[in-house]
């Protein structure tokens, strides 16, 4: 079948611009909406999966779900450093890291309101298990002393935690001794200091999280019949990776279902500005809907030309408003992750999937908006079309 | 009241035109309705607070616990009238999907400082008599469907094992503002429990609830029971219970102000829409326009004309959006259960639809009005054609 | 470009027979034409005239086949037309006739060139042949200077020939013109006329015309009157 060209439907959008341009306006501020929500909860779900090392394990006490909920005994975690499967390093020491965790309510920096920071006792073996850490500004804390180290984010967010100042808690002044960045993971929301000087300050006898990193994954299966078999053993052992992926989803979903929920409200709106717009459209050139269908081209080109009009105003909503959430890449925000009741900064992730997505739902509210006015432009007949004209 | 039939016929005149961008707008103003009640609903935690409470916390954060023995020194301090406590329990019921907040509270004291939570004389009682009971708020029990007498099975995540309770009583609130949708159990359950674990939390509770004789010496209190332990192991952080319910909502303040800027753009969305609208009104009418001015009426009256209609159609769909807004809100609160223990459509949220429908109405005539205004009658009226 | 076999001029083209129309308009029944007869030569120039509400435009649109008949038979070239599905119709209508009106109908978003094309979208044509038409079409209206200008920015005449352009450039056997003078003015009303002649005269085109202007119908052939949808005898072929 032959169509009604291109250029006579693009260029009829662009002789009603200003009209073409609020309706796809309101377009690209749903699919902003939409948009956006999709890349923060992907930037979560990112955020958090990066925060796990595929060969690392994590131990938690039975049950405990977080890592503030856990509580690990000293003999247990002897026990579990002493499991077989589990690596080195060079100097043939076992890469185990035993880890108090606590959350230390600050003052963001911007309103001086307080929010939950993780506070992790660790080890200088920390970094041998977490090679994503890196250090940025100053130097690791020494084992034994009261310094610490501060995640990027935290140093940035929360007062008293730059290079060089100085928090009061557990009765101790905690000097800040250096930044580290963990390459936009959860590590960047976090206080790491030494881990018995913490249990100390703390008066904690145990700590809450294990980690281990696994010699190769072949091990993996003698070491968790090992720990099934030790009733001394009442701890779940995970994947980090699949840890952390469960970590963020609560929020991650709860986003993504608040926002696609606005944005199907939202799009009721836009949808019904698509078809104004295209009804308006339809009645303005009934005189030319006859003389094509006169010309020869049939119901069916007539549908399809307006319905195409419609969706291409919706591809211009719909780029417009993927690129202005596209530029919210560069946009760091944080908020209290509720599974974890703690302070989680993390950024705008944009995808190849999103932008599908995006598009498709952009195309669907311009397909929706433009059907009916295109079904009514098809079925007039040419000689009421041309007596109308 | 010849300009406002005109009004009235011209606003009717393209009725599928005018029908559609009502249903926008209606959907709009519900929609920015739900949100704010939304955000309110956050903060009715705090709006639910009583001035004569105060919540004495661990300094370090809410994870780390207090010493049961500093309740007779709270008890002590000047202005206090009672002490309560409490713990987070985080149990889970049947499955992490059905949450709700509960508490092992020091009962006699903890309902003594919380009188909103009606409770009747004989449930009261038995909830008292019994280590293993437990009561709720209406809300929550009847979204379970829970009837006084069941047993409740709790999964402990910071307290390993299943918990199982009996409930001894539903409690009503006061006033629609009242938390409806907590559990409350006895502490002394959870420290026994603790001690034969041998766990070293066992004498020691998450906060203090603390009653005070005049909301004014809120802070002078609160100093008070802080000076009391400063540089002891457990410092103390003391604020008033809106100021501690308030910590809660801060916490999730980037997703509000997501939520507060969205309900914004809704507004933006649909004034598109309305000044496409107007704009279409206003080519279509060109010629008329023409004509009114050439028949000598102002430019004035033609703008009169436009905004008029705008703003008969703006307030048209913002009204019945406002009506409809509060079923919506009904059916949602069901919806979503415990989530939001409160969920009400405020006044002050209903003025801000009406100011947005009006708002919506005048700005989308701005534009073509002004054009309108300035149409010169030979050019208008050769639109006729 | 001929439909059928049946050959040369002096054949009959359309043969219209016992042709009705009606509408119907609410509980009303409203016959427009009733029991029509008209044959139509090929290469004969036909102006078609009446008072309003006499269905000649009724009529011409049924010759056409953008209406359908209540009743009768019209065979164009061998065809029914009042069998076709509507779908064959549109096929048959891209390839058989060519449309003039009034208000010209040009599409004003597209330029001369691109309203000329607009035809030969509905062909298998190649872009380059496409192109080549065109171009031929608007060298017969005398518009080659004009191709890249919108509709709005010509003349009423110039919008017109640039209509006749669209109207020819598939080659069709068959034009119809409704009112091609009716919007403009004497002397570039009679240019039209002039083009339409020589459709007639050079190209052998078939032209049915609708008009109630005299001195157009004086251009054509013959005239056929309809008065409350039927025939009225010719007073005298070529007159004024």
Same mark, same amino acid.
């Given at each position: ?44 779900? *990112? ?24 509580? +690990? ?28 965790? +606590? ?29 994503? +850490? ?12 009261? @310094? ?28 800040? +001794? ?43 299966? *003698? ?16 994947? @980090? ?7 963020? @989803? ?92 703690? @302070? ?46 | ?6 009004? #009235? ?10 029908? #559609? ?107 008292? #008599? ?180 705008? #703003? ?74 | ?14 043969? !219209? ?12 029944? !409203? ?116 191709? /890249? ?14 209509? !006749? ?47 109630? /202007? ?27």
């Amino acid at each position: 079948m032959k169509a009604i060209p291109l250029s006579y439907i693009a260029r009829n959008l662009w002789v009603r611009r200003v009209t073409t341009l609020l309706t796809a306006g309101g377009m690209a501020l749903v699919v902003f909406v939409f948009a956006t929500v999709l890349m923060m909860s992907e930037g979560i779900r *990112a955020t958090l999966v990066a925060t796990g090392q595929a060969d690392n394990m994590l131990v938690l006490r039975k049950g405990a779900g977080a890592e503030i909920n856990s509580g +690990v005994s000293r003999g247990q975690a002897a026990i579990i450093e002493s499991l077989p499967g589990i690596a080195t390093d060079g100097n043939g020491q076992r890469l185990v890291s035993k880890e108090p965790v +606590v959350l230390n309510n600050l003052p963001k920096r911007s309103n001086g309101k307080p929010s939950n920071v993780t506070l992790r006792g660790t080890s200088p073996l920390a970094l041998a298990l977490r090679p994503q +850490v890196r250090l940025i500004e100053g130097r690791m804390f020494r084992p034994g002393t009261s @310094e610490i180290v501060t995640g990027r984010s935290i140093a940035n967010g929360f007062i008293g935690t730059g290079l060089g100042e100085t928090l009061r808690f557990a009765q101790r002044d905690w000097i800040v +001794v250096g930044v580290f960045d963990s390459g936009r993971t959860g590590f960047d929301s976090e206080i790491w200091g030494d881990a018995e000087q913490m249990m100390a300050a703390f008066r904690r006898s145990a700590y809450s999280t294990i980690v281990f990193r696994l010699a190769d994954q072949g091990a993996l299966p *003698a070491l968790l019949a090992a720990i099934d078999a030790d009733p001394r053993l009442q701890i779940d052992a995970k994947p @980090e990776i699949q840890f952390y992926a469960e970590q963020s @989803e609560a929020l991650a979903t709860f986003i993504r279902y608040l926002g696609l929920f606005l944005s199907l409200i939202f799009s009721i709106g836009a949808i019904v500005g698509a078809m104004i717009t295209m009804f308006a459209a339809v009645a303005q050139r009934i005189g030319e809907i006859g003389t094509l269908r006169a010309l020869g081209f049939r119901r069916t080109a007539v549908l399809i030309a307006f319905l195409a009009e419609s969706l291409l105003l919706s591809l211009v909503g719909g780029l417009i408003g993927l690129a202005a959430a596209a530029s919210m890449q560069s946009v760091d925000i944080s908020t209290t992750n509720f599974q974890t009741f703690s @302070e989680l900064a993390f950024q705008f992730k944009f995808t190849a999937r999103i932008a599908v997505q995006t598009l498709a739902f952009a195309l669907f509210m311009g397909f929706v908006g433009g059907f009916i006015p295109a079904w009514r432009a098809a079925r007039m007949k040419i000689v009421d079309c041309l007596r109308e004209a | 009241m010849f300009v406002l039939k005109l009004l #009235l016929k011209n606003a009717f005149r393209h009725r599928l035109r005018t029908l #559609l961008t009502m249903v926008g707008l209606i959907v709009a103003v519900c929609a920015f309705g739900l949100l704010r009640t939304i955000i309110d609903a956050w903060y009715a935690g705090a709006e639910g607070t009583s001035s004569t409470r105060l919540v004495t916390r661990n300094a370090i954060s809410l994870t780390f616990v207090l010493p049961l023995n500093y309740a007779d020194r709270v008890r002590r301090v000047e202005g206090v009238t009672g002490v309560s406590w409490s713990n987070w329990f985080g149990g889970v019921y049947i499955t992490e999907r059905n949450f709700f907040p509960q508490f092992a509270v020091e009962p006699a004291s903890y309902l003594a400082l919380y009188p909103e939570y009606i409770l009747p004389e004989a449930e009261k009682k038995a909830f008292l #008599l019994d280590r293993q009971g437990a009561v709720v708020g209406r809300k929550l029990a009847n979204q379970y469907g829970w009837k006084v007498g069941d047993q409740i099975p709790l999964r402990g995540t910071i307290f390993p094992g299943t918990w199982t309770f009996t409930l001894r009583g539903i409690w009503d609130g006061v006033d629609a503002r009242t938390d409806e949708a907590q559990m409350l159990f006895h502490w002394k359950l959870l420290s026994e429990n603790l001690r034969a674990r041998g766990g070293q939390n066992a004498d020691h509770v998450g906060v203090y609830i603390v009653g005070i004789d005049e909301p004014n010496n809120a802070p002078l209190i609160s100093q008070r029971i802080d000076a009391q332990f400063k540089n002891s192991l457990a410092e103390t952080l003391t604020e008033t219970e809106k100021a501690f319910q308030l910590g809660f909502v801060s916490m999730s303040e980037a997703i509000l102000v997501a939520v507060n800027a969205v309900s914004y753009v809704i507004i933006v969305i649909i004034m598109a829409v309305m000044a496409n609208t107007m704009m279409m009104t206003a080519r279509e009418r060109l010629a008329e326009y023409a004509t009114l001015k050439a028949l000598g009426f102002p430019p004035a009256f033609v703008v009169k004309l436009l905004f008029g209609e705008s #703003l008969v159609i703006a307030l048209g769909g913002g009204i019945l959006g406002m009506l409809l807004t509060l079923p919506l809100a009904a059916a949602f609160a069901k919806a979503v259960g415990t989530l939001f223990p409160v969920f009400v459509v405020s006044d002050t949220t209903m003025l801000l639809q009406l100011a947005a429908s009006v708002t919506v109405g005048a700005i989308a005539a701005a534009w073509p009005a002004w054009k309108m205004s300035r149409i010169d009658i030979v050019n208008g009226l050769r639109h006729v054609g | 470009m001929s439909v059928t076999g049946d050959g040369g001029a002096g054949q009959t083209l359309i043969r !219209i027979r016992n042709l009705s129309k009606a509408y119907v308009r609410g509980e009303q029944f !409203i016959p427009v034409l009733q029991g029509l007869d008209l044959d139509v030569r090929r290469a004969e120039f036909v102006a078609l005239m009446g008072p309003s509400g006499s269905g000649k435009s009724t009529l011409l649109n049924l010759v056409a086949g953008i209406d359908k008949p209540s009743g009768g038979s019209i065979i164009v070239g061998g065809v029914d037309i009042a069998t076709l599905s509507e779908g064959a119709l549109a096929d048959w209508r891209a390839a058989h006739v060519g449309f003039i009106f009034q208000f010209y109908n040009l599409m004003p978003v597209l330029t001369a060139f691109e309203n000329v094309e607009l035809p030969l979208l509905l062909t298998t044509l190649s872009r380059r042949e496409r192109k080549a038409h065109v171009a031929a079409a608007l060298d017969m209206v005398r518009l080659t200077d004009r191709v /890249d200008h919108y509709p709005n920015e010509l003349s009423g005449g110039q919008q017109q020939r640039v209509a !006749i352009a669209r109207a020819l450039v598939t080659d069709p056997t068959l034009i119809v013109a409704d009112e091609p003078t009716g919007d403009l003015d004497r002397v570039t009303g009679g240019e039209v006329l002039d083009l339409l002649d020589d459709l007639h005269r050079q190209l052998g085109k078939t032209i049915v015309m609708v008009t109630h /202007d005299p001195k157009a119908a004086g251009r054509a052939e013959r005239m056929v009157h309809l008065e409350k949808g039927v025939l009225v005898p010719d007073p005298a072929p070529g007159a004024v």
